[in-house]
């Protein structure tokens, strides 16, 4: 399990307990495969985090995205709290409900309209109905690599088995569970990435039978890619041009690439976009929003959405109090995420070629992805990853042993390669989490390389 048990003996002795009655110990799937086992937390603050052993983390993980300013500030908490002693949920409205609909839809340019639920999921599920009942066609476009939640007819070829997922440029739609509904998969293309012919040549024969395009506007879920100069402006002309409709998945993005998200940091209006995480800090929030033409659907009752606590006053009044601080400043919070990240992202480079070791280091201050090449996979120096095809030229192992070695010296982050930062990151946090990276180089990894 740990090539450091005694460092873990509380969370080995909770997660016997816990499997006997929560299914695998954890309550989402994606938990399962945490390293160097799934642990047991007891509070965080800031940029730091302690298990139930008392070992202390800086935690690049931040809830998989959601804590843009860090755990627990104290400005959202006491909002949250407040509300939560004026009542828990009134399946009803409430005035902090159009309080923040008015702020999402002044910082969100496609936002005329908005709804808010509790789960990415829900909302992405929201937007593909909306589609298709918008244009009256069934078929929806995703990408290879992207995640869009765990429900049924979006969960396809998130890291699909290469050997089964056919050519490249015409990949196999491939279900992520076994019991998702058969036939879904039947209105369901996954095309590359980062390939605008590609998609131009599909839509040009098929576009009577797409109702969207559905993608994350930077790949967070592989490899936080970028997208390529030119691509989404493309990818939104097309849509115009073929009366597809053009959804933003925003859930991890969202608010964090700027504050109107990867969209307003390449000015590119999506017709339908979803946000999650961010939005609200840590209070659980979701927010499905876009052009009047095709929220209007909702609005007149037309296509279906709800959901008992959707809009739970205590989560909407957390959502407003992160918008508060995010907003502060002129939004100078973004600055200094830029400032930090990218003087981590520099200072692993500079490990790299001092140990001689080989890695992809891509993305953003605010998130980015660090992993190792397989050996012989001879990625030119300052080679990007481009797509999830690329992707596979990653050594999944090794950076496994990496991030379990960097979880004993008490930097937490997850095996997908993804880092998130927070604003109550700091200088000190980058030169500790430096020194613990070029301990487990040098004394873990090249030997392995
Ligand atoms: N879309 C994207 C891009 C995501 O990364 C996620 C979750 N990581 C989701 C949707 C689903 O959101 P949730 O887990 O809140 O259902």
């Known amino acids: 399990m740990t090539a450091t048990p005694e460092r873990y003996a509380r969370s080995i002795a909770d997660l016997t307990r816990s499997k006997k009655t929560l299914a695998g110990g954890v309550s989402s799937n994606v938990r399962l495969g945490d390293k160097p086992f799934p642990l047991f937390f007891d509070r965080g603050l800031g940029s730091h985090l302690w298990d139930v052993d008392g070992n202390e983390y800086i935690d690049y993980v931040l809830g998989r995205g959601p804590l843009l300013l860090g755990h627990t500030p104290k400005e959202v908490v006491q909002a949250t709290v407040d509300q939560l002693w004026r009542g828990q949920i009134y399946a009803a409205q409430h005035e902090l409900e159009y309080e923040l609909s008015e702020r999402v839809s ?9 709804r ?33 939640g765990w429900l049924d007819n979006i969960l396809y070829s998130l890291s699909p088995d290469p050997t089964r997922a056919g050519h490249a440029l015409h990949p196999a739609t491939l279900a992520e569970s076994s019991g998702q509904f058969s036939g879904a998969d039947s209105h369901v293309v996954v095309l590359p990435w980062n390939n605008i012919e590609v998609l131009s040549q599909y839509l040009e024969q098929h576009h009577n039978e797409i109702a969207a395009i559905i993608t994350e ?10 997208p390529l100069p030119g691509y989404l402006e493309a990818m939104r002309d097309l849509c115009t041009q073929h009366g597809v409709v053009l959804i ?13 998200g990867a969209q307003g940091r390449f000015n590119i209006k999506p017709d339908l976009t979803i946000f999650g995480k961010a939005i609200a ?16 659907l909702i609005a007149q009752g037309k296509v279906g959405h709800g959901g008992t606590y959707n809009s739970l006053p205590a989560a909407v009044a ?69 797509d999830y095809r690329s992707s596979l030229a990653m050594d999944n192992d090794l950076y496994t042993i990496f991030v379990s070695a960097m979880v004993d010296r008490g930097v937490r982050i997850i095996p997908r390669g993804n880092w998130f930062l927070s604003s109550a990151h700091n200088q000190a946090d980058v030169e500790s989490t430096l020194k613990a990276i070029e301990e487990v180089f040098a004394e873990v990894i090249a030997s392995k390389v």
């Open 248 to 260: 933003f998945d925003e859930v991890i993005t969202g608010f964090r690439l700027s504050l109107a």
């Open 318 to 386: 957390g959502a407003i109090a992160t918008l508060d601080l995010l907003e502060k400043d002129g939004a100078a919070v973004y600055d200094t995420l830029e400032t930090t990240g990218q003087s981590l992202m520099q200072g692993i480079r500079n490990l790299t070629a001092k140990h001689d070791i080989q890695a992809v280091i891509q993305g953003y201050g605010a998130i980015f992805y660090l992993g190792f090449p397989v050996q012989g996979a001879n990625l030119p120096v300052g080679q990007a990853i481009t």
């Open 116 to 148: 808010f639920g509790i789960s990415g999921s829900e909302a992405v599920h929201g937007a593909l109905r909306l589609a298709r009942a918008a244009t009256g066609r069934q078929t929806v476009l995703k990408f290879e690599g992207q995640y869009h």
């Open 217 to 226: 506007p930077v790949m967070c879920n592989t490899a936080v890619i970028p």
């Open 281 to 296: 800090n840590g209070m659980p929030i979701s927010c499905l929003a876009g052009r009047e033409q095709f929220m209007g």
């Open 106 to 114: 002044r910082i969100i340019p496609c936002a005329d309209l908005v």
